[in-house]
């Protein structure tokens, strides 16, 4: 069955940076894409990004753009998302997604991981 | 704040049918994007309900069901059992900001 397993809880202090990952399995990984989608603390779902694990193309959220990078291996189906300059309203539960398609994140993300928990705090 | 704008709450007797609402804008359900339902319990992962506005996938009762129409989209919910309480999110990609957006949410009580 198709599986995301994401890596374990971080805590961070203001100013550092954090690197979540996303290990997949049961599907081709280079047939679709990722997404990576945030949840602070009693409030909504925000996309921060997603990259295609076929091409590597990447898309941004603006709110968070220029300080998240997403990336892929594909040796090990496993996909990326650093957070730097870390804020104390980064705090939140990190997701990542699969997309239905490797071309683009139109189409809504149909499995997801099981969150992972950044804490910003001093 | 958000893109996509939902009603805070709704609520429902178990069996009553509820319908979630989500408005957009012409750069995004209004552009021809499509919208995607998500359901989440409190201290899960989001599950896909609806995608491509109407479209369930396997596994997803059709007690759930999707429209589309200009820039507004809804969620319906027949038959409604108790463990539909949840958080409902609507999704969908804004042309203007190029990426992917969500709406607020909407908290399902079942009373």
């Known amino acids: 069955q198709i599986q995301l397993m994401q890596s374990g809880a971080e805590k961070k202090q203001p100013g550092a940076s954090v690197k979540v990952s996303c290990k997949t399995s049961?599907?081709?990984?280079?047939?679709?894409?990722l997404a990576w989608v945030r949840q602070a603390p009693g409030r909504g779902l925000e996309w921060m990004a997603w990259i295609s694990a076929f091409n590597g193309k990447t898309d941004y959220a603006q709110t968070v753009q220029g300080r998240v990078t997403v990336s892929t291996d594909t040796s090990t189906s496993t996909g990326y998302m650093e957070l730097r300059s870390l804020r104390s309203d980064d705090t939140a539960l990190y997701f990542c997604a699969r997309s239905s398609h490797y071309y683009d994140h139109r189409e809504g993300f149909d499995h997801w991981g099981q969150g992972t928990l950044v804490t910003v705090s001093s | 704040q958000f893109v996509l704008t939902q009603t805070p709450s709704v609520s429902g007797a178990p069996g009553q049918r509820v319908t979630i609402s989500c408005t957009g804008t012409?750069?995004?359900?209004?552009?021809?994007?499509?919208v995607h339902w998500y359901q989440q319990v409190p201290g899960a992962a989001p599950k896909l309900l609806i995608y491509g506005n109407s479209h369930r996938p396997s596994g997803v009762p059709d007690r759930f069901s999707g429209s589309k129409s200009g820039t507004s989209a809804s969620l319906t919910i027949t038959g409604l059992q108790a463990d539909d309480e949840a958080d409902y999110y609507c999704?969908?990609?804004?042309?203007?900001?190029?990426?992917?957006?969500f709406g607020g949410g909407t908290k399902l009580t079942v009373l």
């Open positions: 049961g599907y081709t990984f280079t047939s679709y894409g």
């Open positions: 999704q969908s990609y804004d042309t203007s900001l190029t990426g992917s957006v």
């Open positions: 012409f750069s995004n359900l209004g552009a021809g994007q499509g």
